[in-house]
């Protein structure tokens, strides 16, 4: 599979490019990443319903499915990519991390959490599981786990990190599957904060946001 990488010119910063190194010496940093068939201006419009103290980057996945419109990975049914997928797109992101660290604009202390929707939140999942050490917080909303085991999921057993699970048990898009599948994996594997909103469907309500920014300033600030 081809090597995939993020384009750093597409991130939509929530501070001014020239600002984005010192912000991050001060607070720290949330990767914001949508879901399949949208793009990175998409979650941006998060940034202030969310915790102020926080400098938020929404990223646009690697793969182009039409015009504005992208995706973290496109093969495999509906909630079961595959693992080479999975791992090429957190490949990816993390190279992109790589990527600000030599630029300067991370440093080893910065605080970094991930907040994604649907396949963004397969992804905050994942890079979970593939690198728990470059992250404190994960926010899962409407996503899922994706299938398979890793080896780090064993540490993720004693170090537990904390993992909001946001979503519609009816959700019309996630397969029930998919969502059994997670609901059985995140509890053995995070500290889990789980949360079902009823009748908002594959969407994202502001009871939801006001949960979640709980969670962020319970986990992500306190970092």
């Known amino acids: 599979m081809t090597a995939l990488t993020l384009d750093a ?3 939509v910063w929530s501070v001014p490019l020239a600002d984005i190194a010192t912000a ?3 607070s720290p940093l949330l990767v914001l990443m949508h879901g399949r068939g949208s793009y990175e201006h998409d979650l941006a419009g998060l940034m202030p319903l969310l915790p102020t103290g926080i400098v938020f980057a929404s990223v646009r996945a690697p793969i182009t499915v039409g015009p504005s419109s992208y995706s973290w990975f496109n093969d495999g ?8 997928a999975a791992d090429a797109a ?6 992109w991390l790589d990527d600000l660290a030599a630029g300067g604009l991370l440093t080893p202390e910065t605080a970094i959490g991930v907040l994604g929707f649907s396949q963004g939140g397969a992804m905050a999942v994942h890079l979970m599981r593939r690198a728990a050490d470059r992250f404190v917080s994960y926010v899962n909303l409407a996503g899922f786990s994706i299938p398979g085991e890793w080896p780090g999921d ?3 057993k004693q170090s537990l990190p904390p993992l909001f699970w946001g979503r519609d048990p009816a959700d ?5 599957s998919a969502s059994q599948r997670t609901a059985e994996w995140s509890p053995l594997h995070s500290t889990l904060t789980d949360r079902e909103y009823f009748g908002i469907a594959h969407s994202i309500s502001r009871e939801e946001l006001d949960d979640v920014s709980g969670f962020l300033t319970a986990t992500l600030l306190a970092a």
């Open 24 to 26: 991050l010496t001060e």
């Open 77 to 84: 049914q509906p909630g079961m990519p595959s693992a080479e």
């Open 172 to 176: 019309p898009v996630i397969p029930l």
């Open 90 to 95: 957190v490949d990816a992101t993390l190279g």
């Open 9 to 11: 010119s597409a991130v």
């Open 154 to 156: 064993e540490q993720l």
